[in-house]
């Protein structure tokens, strides 16, 4: 049974960045908005974020980024997300410029992203917006013309119907189902880390696609970062303090001590390498250069300063520390890996490096090729952790959901991680996703039931 409060104008399910996002700005042109989340709080990986928002500045140092990226969505991402920074301050966010690269355009919400939730969450429920926490929407509905006319959820109270003639899908990916993790990233996946929201398990996607919505490109991409590896247990809201972000420094060897990607392409890349490698376990590889000027972080930013290594060490990562490259390489044969495949890999390394030939590796390396010479030297096991998928429904420039023809699905559109293929293998921004394609995404929501005024 539908009541009359469970009746709106638009619904949004999820309350992450994106759905907060989209919820907001459909209430903003008038509609009547509700927004079902599944976990007991907002949020989502917004909230366990370290609070950066960021994307290309322009959309040639989009596709720099991200060459494999959905050019026509990439350029309305890069379009609309100054101007969604400015719209995020109107609603009294306060995001503050940070340095970076020339091709970046980076925020940060101050003071952290918790209190940034908090002022959507107060903003939104001064308009009259309602939310329904613990509310797992399991199907869409439908009326006899094939539009969308609401969703069915399964509340602490049972089945409940809720009636929209206009649905966002914003439940953030897939990351925290191991299973389709392990389809599509491969065998070993169902063993990574979830570094962003658990409660994103892909809920939008089977809705979607049960309903007849194609599946976008990049099914196989994720974004995410090397953490330590178990029986290490990174808190939750440390995250960043334990990513491997200095693993393009690095060197990489898998279980049978062999190079399987070039490390230079940066950890995010890296990562999702790691992911289709036996047990998703790697090995960190570097020397004591490395380590003083890229394992050791200071703080900043939002970030904590940390020491990546012997913190790691002391969460229960296997780790070893060695003054010699034959010692280190017996230290990773005695910790599961293998000691002369790894002792042969480094051998090989390093003479290219020094010989000016790394790129001319197997496995080539590119940039940023440091010899593994200066002791002492440091291994640690690490293992990928995913923030967030890439691949999910397939949608146009205005968030619409598209069946498997390429038609628009009257009434349902989709924004942040549900929303597949912008990013492809890199990433270049993942906040600025839910934040572009969910103000997208509820102007045509909205003017489902209401004509748009602004």
Request: aromatic share 8%; with cysteine.
């Amino acid at each position: 049974m539908t009541t009359q409060e469970d009746a709106c104008d638009v619904l949004v399910v999820g309350g992450g960045m994106a759905g907060l996002v989209a919820a907001l700005q459909a209430q903003a042109l008038g509609a009547r908005v509700n927004v079902l989340e599944k976990g007991p709080a907002v949020g989502g990986s917004l909230a366990l974020s370290g609070g950066t928002i960021w994307c290309a500045r322009t959309v040639e140092d989009l596709r720099r980024l991200v060459p494999r990226g959905d050019p026509e969505l990439g350029a309305a991402l890069v379009a609309d997300f100054e101007p969604g920074i400015a719209w995020l301050r109107g609603l009294g966010a306060t995001l503050t410029p940070l340095p970076s690269e020339p091709h970046r355009s980076v925020y940060w919400t101050e003071p952290n992203p918790r209190v940034f939730v908090a002022t959507l969450l107060a903003r939104f429920a001064s308009g009259g917006g309602r939310v329904i926490t613990e509310a797992s929407v399991s199907s869409l509905r439908f009326d006899a013309a094939g539009a969308i006319a609401g969703v069915v959820a399964r509340t602490p109270n049972g089945l409940r119907s809720f009636t929209a003639p206009a649905v966002i899908l914003a439940t953030g990916g897939f990351q925290g189902n191991p299973a389709m993790r392990a389809q599509y990233f491969g065998p070993w996946a169902d063993r990574l880390i979830t570094r962003g929201n658990p409660h994103s398990t892909g809920d939008g996607f089977w809705m979607a696609t049960n309903a007849g919505a194609a599946p976008s490109k990049a099914m196989s991409s994720f974004y995410g970062h090397l953490l330590p590896a178990p029986p290490a247990r990174v808190p939750v809201n440390d995250f960043i303090g334990f990513t491997m972000y200095h693993s393009e420094q690095s060197v990489l060897l898998n279980l049978r001590g062999e190079r399987f990607t070039d490390e230079s392409l940066g950890d995010e890349t890296s990562s999702q390498a790691v992911a289709r490698q036996p047990e998703a376990l790697a090995w960190l590889i570097y020397d004591d250069v490395v380590y003083r000027a890229f394992a050791r972080r200071p703080g900043g930013g939002g970030a904590r300063a940390t020491d990546t290594f012997y913190e790691s060490k002391a969460l229960g990562a296997p780790a070893a520390v060695a003054s010699s490259i034959e010692e280190l390489a017996a230290a990773v044969d005695a910790l599961g890996g293998h000691g002369p495949g790894t002792l042969t890999t480094l051998r090989d390394y390093n003479t290219a490096v020094v010989a000016g030939a790394a790129a001319q590796l197997r496995i080539p390396r590119r940039a940023k090729a440091n010899p593994v010479t200066t002791p002492p030297f440091y291994a640690l096991a690490v293992t990928p952790g995913i923030t967030f998928t890439l691949g999910g429904i397939r949608i146009d420039p205005d968030a619409r959901v598209l069946d498997r023809a390429g038609r628009p699905i009257p009434g349902l559109y989709a924004a942040g991680a549900d929303a597949g293929g912008i990013h492809n293998e890199q990433y270049a921004g993942g906040l600025c996703l839910g934040l572009v394609f969910g103000r997208r995404a509820a102007r045509g929501a909205a003017s489902q039931t209401k004509p748009v005024n602004q």
